[in-house]
C-alpha cells in the first residue's frame, strides 16, 4: 500500500496577470487532504495550449491523480476542452445528459434562450467519463493515461465545488487510501516558539506516526495532531490518548479543542450562557459583523451593529460626545469607550465590541500614523480597552483588526477582563 | 526582438496543504505584467528537493526569468538554498555584507542575541550574486543559467517586496522589454455567451496580436483586451481602435470603461455627484458595508450603516413599523421599503440601500425558501426594489446578494430606476 499523490492545475490568463487570486486551488488542497491524498505540486498556466499540455506532462510525472480546473466556458478563449481532446487523443461527441442538463439550466433557472455556443457545452472527448454538473453547463471529465487518472472541472469555485462532491467519493473509491485524523487545538497568548518549548517533551516523545503542526494565525496559535491509518477505529484510539494529554499540557492557554473560527468561538460562548452582541464599528466598516453574521444561527446572539464611518453618526447614533471627539480625536481610547456603551445603550446586548483606527493608505499623522487601532469590549459595568499597531495593507488590516477585537472579546467573555 | 516571458516558483509545504493562499504569486505577477514581461506559468511546490528540481527544470524551459519565493527560512524544514547551491553547482560561502546586515537586524531591530542558526542566513552559494534584504535575514540570490535569470527570495511577502524593488530595474535593464496593454469593458445585465453573441464579427475580424477574454462575475462580465509591442504609442494605437469599436458594440451593457470592483465604481458615481450613501443591512449582516468601506477613500461619502439583525433593531433604530413586520414579515418589499426610508433619515445620506432576506441554511420556510432576498434602493423621492432568489450556500449566498445590491444601486444612480 503506498502514498497517493495529486497534482492541481489552474488554466485561465486571468491566473497570471495577478487579477484574480488562485482559490480554487486552496480548496482542493483541503479537501484531499482530509482522505489522506497529499500534493505534489500546483501550477497554473495561461489559456495557451503547449503550456497547457507540459503542464499536463509535469503534473502527471509522479501523481496519480491530477485534478485541474478552468477554460471550459463556452467562449473562444477557453480551449482546455479541446486541448484535453488531442491530449487524450479522442474526438469531441455530444454528451446526452449534458445536453439535457444544458437545456434544463437555460429553461427553469437561467430562464433564457439555449444558443449554439451554449449547446457546444454538452460536448465532450469520447474518451473521457463525465460527471454531470448540476450547477452549471460544463461537465466534469475524467480521463485516464498511464497510471494517473486526470478529471477536468470548470473554474467557477462554486461548479467545481459541486463536482468535487462526486469526485471525493470516486477517488475513496479507486485508491484505497488511508484514514486521516485531524485533532486542533486553538491556543491564544502564548507565542509558537514558546509553545514549542513548553511542549519539547510531549514532541519528542510522540510515535512518529503521529505529527505535530504549529499553525499560528491573528495571535492564535492552533496544534494540530495528525495521524493515517487503515483500521479507523484504532486510528483514533491511538490520536485520542496524546490529544487528551496535549490538552492538559496547554490547558492554560486553550481556547478550544476543536477546529474552530474566532468568530465560532465567540458564538459559542454567547449560546452558552444565552447571551446576546452588537458591535459599533468605524475603521473596520461592518467587517466584524459581517465576520459574526458568516456564522449559520447567529441570529441567536447578535442582535445588530452600527457602522459610524463619519463623526457626525458617531455622535447621533451613539453618543459619542462632542467635546470626546474634539480632545481626543476620532481614534482614540475616549471615543471608542464611548462608541461601546453607546451600542450596548441602544442595541440592549449583554456584550459590545467598538472599534475606531486608521486603516490606510491614507488618513495617518505623525502622532496616529496609518495602522493605529483602538478596540474596546465589555459590558455595561465593565470594559477592556486595547491599543494595536497593524501594519499591514489596508484590506489585511481590515482583516487582522477584526479578528483581533474578535479575540479581545473572547478573552473578556473568559476571563472578565 | 522577442517577447519576455517568466515563471513563478513558491516553495513551502504550507502550499500544498490549502493553509495559506498563495498571494506572493498574484503580486509578483502583477509587478511583471506592468512592465511587459508576461507569465508563462505559476508552480507551487513543498520543501521537497525532487520537487524543486523538477519545478526549476520546468519554469526555465520556456522562460528567461524564473522567480523563486519561499523556503529561505533558519529551521530544517527550508532547504531552497540548499538545493539551489547544488542545481548551480557552487559551493556555500559566507557574504560579508548578509553576516552585517543580520547581525544589525538582531542588535538594531529585534533586540535579540544572534544565534549560531541566525548567522547561517548569510551564507550564500558562491555562484549566486547578492541582493541585500533590508527587510529580515534570508538574502536575495540571483543565478545564470543557459538563458534563463533565476532569483530567489524569501516567502515573507513584506521581505519579497522589498526585493522586488531592486529586481524589476534590473529586469528592465537586462531586457529590452515590449509595452503590454489591458483594456477592459465591465458589462452587466447581459450573459456570457449572449455577449459572445452579440460580438461575434467583432471577435473574428480581431487582429490575432490582440486578445479578447470574457471574464464572468456576479452578474457582470468584464470584457479584455490585451496586446504587447514595443512602440509603445503604436501598440496603444492599435488597441485604442479596437476598444472604442467594443465600447459602441456593448454600449447597451457597458458599466464602465475601466477595470474596477462594483463597490469602486458606485463609489466613484457617488464622489463624481458629490453624493451621500448609507446601508440598512439584516441578512448580509454588514458585508455590503464592508465592501463599501474596503475602498480607500470611501469616508468621502459613506456615512455609515445599521446592521439590523433582530426585529426589535429594524423597529428602534431603522422605524419599520410593527404593524408591517406583522403583516408581511421582515423578509418581505414592504419591511425592506421602510428599512431604506429609515437609514435615510436616520444617516442623512442623498442613497440608501436596504436588504433583508433568508441566507441560509436555516430559516427558509415554503412560502419564503432560503435563498429570498429583497434589496431596495434609492433616494428620498423614488425607491427601486428588486427580489432575488439565491441558490448557494449561506457564505456565497452573502457574497452574490451584496455585489447585487450595489448593482442595483449603481443602476438607480445611472438611470434613476
Known sequence: MENIYASIITIGDELLIGQVSDTNSAWIAQQLNKIG??????????????????????????????????????????????????????KMIVNQASLENVKRLFEKVYKKPVSEVNLKQAEVPDVCEVIQNQRGSAPGMVFKKDDSIFISMPGVPYEMQGIMEEVIPMLQKK??????????????????????E???????????????????????????????????????????????ALK???????????????????????????????????????AI??????????????????????????????????????????????????MLSGILKKMKTDFGIAVTGIMGPGGGSEEKPVGTVYVAVGNKEDQAVQKFKQRFTREKNIEVTSVMALNLMRKFLVNGD
Chains 1, 2 share one sequence.
Open 175 to 196: 485508491f484505497h487510501v488511508p484514514a486521516i485524523i485531524h485533532k486542533t487545538i486553538l491556543t491564544s497568548g502564548i507565542g509558537e516558539s514558546a509553545l514549542a
Open 198 to 244: 513548553e511542549i519539547k517533551d510531549f514532541e519528542d516523545k510522540l510515535p512518529k506516526e503521529i505529527r505535530l503542526a504549529y499553525l499560528p494565525n491573528y495571535g492564535m496559535v492552533r496544534l494540530r495532531l495528525s495521524t493515517s491509518g487503515f483500521d479507523k477505529s484504532k486510528t483514533e484510539n491511538a490520536i485520542k490518548n496524546q490529544f487528551t
Open 37 to 90: 491524498i497529499a500534493l505534489n505540486n500546483r501550477i497554473s498556466v495561461g489559456d495557451d495550449a503547449p503550456e497547457i499540455r507540459k503542464a499536463l506532462d509535469f503534473g502527471s510525472k509522479n501523481s496519480q491523480v491530477v485534478l485541474i480546473t478552468g477554460g471550459l466556458g463556452p467562449t473562444n478563449d477557453d480551449i482546455t476542452k479541446n486541448v484535453l481532446c488531442e491530449y487524450f487523443q479522442g
Open 248 to 286: 492538559e499540557l496547554v490547558k492554560e492557554f486553550m481556547v478550544a479543542d476543536e477546529d474552530l473560527t474566532m468568530q465560532q468561538v465567540v458564538g459559542k460562548l454567547l449560546l452558552e450562557n444565552n447571551n446576546t452582541i452588537s458591535t459599533a464599528e468605524s475603521c473596520t466598516g461592518g
Open 289 to 338: 459583523a459581517s465576520l459574526i453574521t458568516s456564522v449559520a444561527g447567529s441570529s441567536a446572539y447578535f442582535k445588530g451593529s452600527v457602522v459610524s464611518y463619519s463623526n457626525e453618526i458617531k455622535q447621533e447614533l451613539l453618543g459619542v460626545k462632542k467635546e470626546t471627539l474634539d480632545a481626543y480625536g476620532a481614534v482614540s481610547e475616549q471615543t471608542a469607550r464611548e
